[in-house]
């Protein structure tokens, strides 16, 4: 079909295509006037992503997450949020709603589902591009009812927001009590159980008394050192045969004074003999006391030879002492040390187990401020007012839609029922029918019997089996 003969088509069957037309912008009319005015009220919220938690003291990575605003979307879309509307605003306790909901669902299910659905159906959320405002819309019959669903829908956000938060608190508070006091009962048993050690063992844990025995058992190893030392000594000086030439001999007082006077004697004596001679009574006197200081100086010597093996055996008397007292003082540094170990587990058992029952007495207290937390980053940035005018029906929009449906609908009439009753609107209509060419169109013309200002169509027919030229006028 070409547009010339599409146009001869519309142009022939336009009464119909305009009463179509004029039918459908009609019912429209009548519709959209009908139909009752639906108000849609609106709010805003805004949801702050970057400030950091009032509790936590940081930004929480879950609120820059790219799903969080899609979150927050389907908690307002959620069914949650709608209960929460229908309690805030008390509509499962009025009368009417409460027969309405009678009659619709014959007293199954719950008054306040059934609410909340019928609200989410009339419920519009759209977030704001490239910002992190929400938008919440709300239509309906009452521009006040409206308005009020709107501005409830996002108390219920902000208060369900807030539940979600404070709900996971509340339950690991629970748990963090529980876990309290079981870190609580074995902070006492291992108090407990060192308290209990140090009073039967006497050591606390700050005591010093191991260090003081064991200064103590060195004290005593430096003393039995010394005492072999002392014994040894005495043992080499004891075989000595010249026992004059021993150093405590030879540093006695006494017997330094003895050789001195025994010196001084011989001396005289010598002096004597040469003056006197030998048989002289002095001279038998003097020799007399020589020879009595030489006993002196034996004896004094032998005293100290004796003092010398005396010491010798004292000392190893004292170094047998010495280790026995060794021996039982290094066996009480042994359980000393066994007792300060077993207190140092005891005390790091303590410490390991404060420490723990601080971090989750920390972590429970953290817990139960988020759970009592009102707190949060959503904030109404504007409130829903009541819309002055009507949101449906659009009758400008709708009527537009109708003019272009109605053509499209009265282009199809005609072109349906041009299809049932073809007509012949041009000589290319004539030449498609009969596939033959057209040889002439005759002008307007007063033809007898055809009518005034008509206009034909001279055709040639030539047949394979019917040789000959055959001519058909028809209208064109």
């Given at each position: 079909?070409?547009?010339?003969?599409?146009?001869?088509?519309?142009?022939?069957?336009?009464?119909?295509?305009?009463?179509?037309?004029?039918?459908?912008?009609?019912?429209?009319?009548t519709v959209s006037l009908?139909?009752?005015?639906?108000?849609?009220?609106?709010?805003?919220?805004?949801?702050?992503?970057?400030?950091?938690?009032?509790?936590?003291?940081?930004?929480?990575?879950?609120?820059?997450?790219?799903?969080?605003?899609?979150?927050?979307?389907?908690?307002?879309?959620?069914?949650?949020?709608?209960?929460?509307?229908?309690?805030?605003?008390?509509?499962?306790?009025?009368?009417?709603?409460?027969?309405?909901?009678?009659?619709?669902?014959?007293?199954?299910?719950?008054?306040?589902?059934?609410?909340?659905?019928?609200?989410?159906?009339?419920?519009?959320?759209?977030?704001?591009?490239?910002?992190?405002?929400?938008?919440?819309?709300?239509?309906?019959?009452?521009?006040?009812?409206?308005?009020?669903?709107?501005?409830?829908?996002?108390?219920?956000?902000?208060?369900?927001?807030?539940?979600?938060?404070?709900?996971?608190?509340?339950?690991?508070?629970?748990?963090?009590?529980?876990?309290?006091?079981?870190?609580?009962?074995?902070?006492?048993?291992?108090?407990?159980?060192?308290?209990?050690?140090?009073?039967?063992?006497?050591?606390?844990?700050?005591?010093?008394?191991?260090?003081?025995?064991?200064?103590?058992?060195?004290?005593?190893?430096?003393?039995?050192?010394?005492?072999?030392?002392?014994?040894?000594?005495?043992?080499?000086?004891?075989?000595?045969?010249?026992?004059?030439?021993?150093?405590?001999?030879?540093?006695?007082?006494?017997?330094?004074?003895?050789?001195?006077?025994?010196?001084?004697?011989?001396?005289?004596?010598?002096?004597?003999?040469?003056?006197?001679?030998?048989?002289?009574?002095?001279?038998?006197?003097?020799?007399?006391?020589?020879?009595?200081?030489?006993?002196?100086?034996?004896?004094?010597?032998?005293?100290?030879?004796?003092?010398?093996?005396?010491?010798?055996?004292?000392?190893?008397?004292?170094?047998?002492?010495?280790?026995?007292?060794?021996?039982?003082?290094?066996?009480?540094?042994?359980?000393?040390?066994?007792?300060?170990?077993?207190?140092?587990?005891?005390?790091?058992?303590?410490?390991?187990?404060?420490?723990?029952?601080?971090?989750?007495?920390?972590?429970?207290?953290?817990?139960?401020?988020?759970?009592?937390?009102?707190?949060?980053?959503?904030?109404?940035?504007?409130?829903?007012?009541?819309p002055l005018e009507p949101?449906?029906?659009?009758?400008?929009?709708?009527?537009?839609?109708?003019?272009?449906?109605?053509?499209?609908?009265?282009?199809?009439?005609?072109?349906?029922?041009?299809?049932?009753?073809?007509?012949?609107?041009?000589?290319?209509?004539?030449?498609?029918?009969?596939?033959?060419?057209?040889?002439?169109?005759?002008?307007?013309?007063?033809?007898?019997?055809l009518g005034k200002g008509?206009?034909?169509?001279?055709?040639?027919?030539?047949?394979?089996?019917?040789?000959?030229?055959?001519?058909?006028?028809?209208?064109?």
């Amino acid at each position: 079909m070409t547009l010339n003969q599409f146009l001869l088509i519309l142009w022939a069957r336009r009464t119909v295509a305009l009463a179509v037309l004029g039918l459908t912008v009609l019912t429209t009319l009548t519709v959209s006037l009908l139909l009752p005015k639906q108000y849609t009220a609106a709010t805003s919220v805004v949801v702050d992503v970057k400030s950091p938690d009032p509790i936590v003291g940081m930004v929480l990575p879950g609120m820059m997450a790219p799903g969080y605003m899609a979150t927050q979307i389907d908690i307002i879309n959620s069914d949650r949020t709608a209960q929460l509307v229908v309690k805030l605003l008390r509509m499962d306790e009025n009368p009417q709603i409460k027969e309405q909901w009678q009659e619709a669902t014959d007293g199954k299910g719950q008054l306040t589902a059934w609410l909340a659905q019928l609200l989410q159906k009339k419920l519009d959320v759209q977030p704001a591009r490239e910002s992190n405002v929400i938008h919440i819309g709300f239509t309906g019959q009452d521009p006040v009812f409206a308005a009020a669903i709107a501005n409830a829908f996002a108390e219920a956000y902000i208060a369900t927001n807030i539940e979600l938060r404070v709900e996971p608190a509340r339950q690991y508070a629970n748990w963090f009590d529980q876990q309290v006091k079981a870190q609580r009962e074995r902070l006492e048993v291992a108090q407990k159980a060192l308290s209990d050690f140090q009073q039967q063992t006497g050591i606390i844990a700050a005591d010093k008394s191991l260090d003081y025995e064991m200064q103590k058992y060195n004290e005593l190893s430096a003393l039995l050192t010394q005492a072999e030392s002392q014994g040894a000594d005495s043992t080499s000086k004891q075989k000595i045969d010249r026992s004059d030439t021993l150093q405590e001999v030879m540093q006695n007082p006494l017997i330094n004074q003895l050789k001195a006077d025994l010196a001084r004697l011989e001396s005289r004596l010598k002096e004597l003999s040469g003056n006197l001679g030998e048989n002289h009574p002095q001279y038998q006197r003097m020799l007399a006391e020589i020879n009595e200081l030489r006993t002196r100086v034996r004896s004094e010597t032998a005293k100290v030879t004796r003092a010398i093996g005396t010491a010798g055996l004292v000392s190893e008397a004292k170094e047998i002492e010495i280790q026995a007292a060794i021996e039982a003082q290094r066996k009480k540094v042994l359980d000393l040390k066994i007792q300060r170990d077993e207190i140092d587990v005891l005390a790091r058992e303590v410490e390991t187990a404060q420490r723990g029952f601080d971090a989750i007495g920390q972590r429970m207290t953290q817990s139960k401020f988020e759970s009592q937390s009102l707190q949060t980053n959503i904030a109404i940035l504007t409130p829903a007012s009541q819309p002055l005018e009507p949101s449906k029906p659009k009758l400008l929009l709708n009527l537009l839609v109708s003019v272009f449906l109605g053509t499209l609908l009265g282009i199809g009439a005609a072109l349906l029922l041009e299809l049932a009753q073809r007509r012949v609107r041009s000589a290319d209509d004539l030449a498609q029918m009969l596939d033959l060419p057209v040889l002439a169109a005759l002008g307007s013309a007063h033809t007898p019997g055809l009518g005034k200002g008509r206009r034909f169509s001279l055709t040639s027919r030539v047949g394979r089996r019917n040789p000959g030229t055959q001519l058909k006028i028809s209208e064109a």
